[in-house]
């Protein structure tokens, strides 16, 4: 059990480290572009994956929709909206406004899937919207350096995100995973390449090994290895255990902010910082 713990709390840091990473690449890249090409790496080591672990799989067209569409939400519109707002707002505020994540999906199960909440889900929910409140104060008192619009697209991604989760609660027992994860960077690649058509030339700057580097980590870690964590850890642990370990995520884009990217982290921070966790954790718990 303590490996199958170790597996989804690494894989919620390595997504959260991504925050610190997107951001040094959303500076030097186009944003389509950078998404395109890590798509098209996760494609290169899923296809074989896939074929390995779980053979061929032949899906039904409506499975094939839905996944189309979570990777149009999922992947396209988080990463897209997320790299966005990291070119304005700082990856230490970035992580905190992906922690409202569980709070966003318990939201939309009740507005969309119908289900009743629990009197701890809304409270998380509002601890969520207290913790956003604290960071955009810290940024108006200048305790910040993120910005409205920033912090606003990456709540946009959440939002894709929370879609993609949505959708795939409707085919989570039907199919594998690797696979389902083959086909979305498929779709996402395909949804993207007009975007990013234009913008080719500007892959000329991944002739320096320590961008081409940054973007090679970025695409194995986010779109393979985090993946591959998660599954396995969630062979062992429910997965409403599961879901307390995404508490590591916004932790992990704090700590990833503050030591590399030399963002300072000041007293409104630690108490927006500590309005997310608990929502987190009040979201995600298990009833027992």
Known sequence: MRLAYAQLALSMILVGANVGVGKLLAATLPIALILFLRCVMAIIVLWPLALWLEGPA????????????QALFGTALYNAALLA???????LEGGMVLATLPAVVAIGSFCWLRERLSGRQWIAAALAGFGMAAIT???VEGGGHGSALGNLLILLGVCGEAVY????????ATMPVMTASLWMQIFSALVLLPFATPDFGAAAALADPALLSLLLFHALSA????LMLWYY????????????????????????AVL????????IHVAGFALMMTSVILATWPRR
């Open 85 to 91: 707002g990291l070119r304005l707002t700082s990856a």
């Open 165 to 172: 989760v949505l959708l795939a609660k409707r085919i989570a």
């Open 58 to 69: 032949r899906l039904p067209r409506q499975v094939l929709g839905n996944l189309a569409l």
């Open 260 to 267: 590399f990217l030399g963002e300072s982290f000041g007293a």
């Open 223 to 226: 779109s393979v290895i985090a």
């Open 137 to 139: 104060l810290a940024r």
């Open 233 to 256: 850890g969630l062979r062992r642990v429910p997965a409403g255990t599961a879901g307390v370990f995404t508490a590591f995520l916004p932790a992990s884009a704090a700590v990833t």
